[in-house]
């Protein structure tokens, strides 16, 4: 229940200030008046909290609920707060839609509080509200957008689960290696002093199960600061755009230039059909892309598209789409029916994409397998090498 800053006046003029809990400002009121006081104003007590983006299923439960409750005649203001009082939503995201139905209350549109609040609402979300207050298609357009937010939350959801596997397999190679090198190795120690000579790969074999049993917290440190230094370096900027440039080559290149270009006519189809001028479609749509390779090129899509050309032959050179998306937008120019026409494409390429990560998925694993298998089979003819040499030694000197 929200919390609120009240200033009232008793039944003897003495001016009383404090803070009290009620469902809303009318609540509140009447709570006074029922005790004999006159509640002269009161603000919501909002609780700064660093603002974070919501994930996408979330995003697309708060438009379902949003549209399908104001397509039921519900006003907005009530909406919210019905939103807002669900028992499975967590503490973060009630404290964000009671903040949006007390600013609606005070007369503020619904988009500006969305912007107000950023990065927690995304600017797709923002603009089609925006758009829909004017056309006053707040229902559907919200259900559209739970509809596409549900799309991109499955399609994320199947890439990490197509890595679950290939993920498991990893483990499984770092725990049998780190077992081989500090526990079985150093058994056959005494056995390999007293040869006389081990061949190369065990010397080898031997140093490292010497370094991993003696020094593994070194190895540990190591691999702390490689990720952690990793993760600072991915977050410059060059490094970042040279990054996504290497993503979109090769066969995994193929696959991502797929789930980019779905992403794209999505959101582009779902902009346009709510009435938003083509230009700011595709500014805000090359947002959503999640490859900054592929944004850098927008500056000339957007550049030409101000200069009066097509969308379709503005794109076309992007390198990080498919060629079928600026082939199906230039049909739905020719035809006038864009919007389905990027919608239907999306469709299609959510499924082409589904396909290709089966067949990477597919490829990973027996891959994954035989570096396995090369890694235990190394480690055993380094082991079996020098016995074997010592019995053949002994054979002949008998």
């Not at 007590?45 to 397509?71: E, H, I, S």
């Not at 006519?265 to 592929?294: D, E, F, Q, V």
Request: aromatic residues 8%; hydrophobic residues 45%; proline residues 4%.
């Amino acid at each position: 229940m929200p919390e609120y800053k009240y200033r009232a006046q008793d039944s003897k003029g003495k001016i009383v200030k404090g803070r009290a809990e009620a469902s809303d400002e009318t609540d509140l009121q009447r709570r006074f008046h029922d005790s004999g006081m006159l509640l002269l104003e009161a603000k919501p007590v909002t609780k700064q909290v660093a603002l974070k983006p919501l994930k996408k299923m979330k995003l697309a439960d708060f438009c379902r609920q949003l549209g399908t409750l104001t397509k039921a005649g519900v006003t907005l203001v009530r909406a919210l707060e019905i939103v807002a009082n669900d028992e499975s939503i967590t503490p973060y995201e009630r404290q964000l839609y009671i903040r949006l139905r007390d600013r609606v209350v005070q007369g503020v549109a619904l988009s500006t509080v969305m912007e107000e609040l950023e990065p927690a609402f995304p600017p797709l979300l923002i603009f089609m509200i925006r758009a829909a207050e004017t056309s006053g298609t707040m229902d559907r357009t919200c259900l559209r957008l739970a509809d596409q937010y549900t799309k991109e939350a499955e399609m994320e959801q199947k890439a990490k689960s197509s890595l679950t596997y290939p993920k498991i397999l990893s483990v499984l190679i770092v725990v049998v290696v780190a077992i081989l090198f500090g526990y079985v190795l150093p058994q056959f120690e005494e056995m390999f002093a007293e040869i006389p000579e081990l061949p190369l790969a065990t010397r080898i074999l031997m140093g490292i199960s010497e370094f991993v049993k003696n020094r593994w917290y070194v190895l540990l440190v190591i691999v702390v600061l490689f990720i952690i230094f990793g993760k600072m370096v991915m977050k410059i900027p060059i490094v970042a755009y040279y990054w996504d440039m290497i993503k979109c080559k090769g066969k995994w290149g193929a696959l991502l230039k797929v789930i980019y270009s779905a992403r794209f006519a999505r959101t582009m189809s779902s902009l346009y059909s709510s009435g938003i001028p083509i230009y700011n479609c595709i500014t805000i749509s090359k947002g959503t892309i999640g490859n900054r390779y592929i944004e850098k090129q927008f500056e000339e899509v957007e550049r030409r598209v101000l200069g009066g050309g097509s969308v379709s032959s503005s794109i076309q050179d992007v390198d990080g789409f498919v060629n079928k998306l600026s082939s199906t937008i230039k049909v739905g120019e020719e035809t006038g029916m864009l919007g389905p026409m990027l919608e239907s494409t999306a469709n299609d390429l959510d499924f082409y994409s589904d396909q290709a990560l089966m067949r990477l998925t597919s490829l990973i694993e027996p891959v994954m397998i035989v570096v396995m298998a090369v890694m235990v089979g190394f480690i055993m003819i380094a082991i079996i090498q020098p016995i074997y040499q010592s019995y053949s030694t002994i054979g002949a000197g008998s």
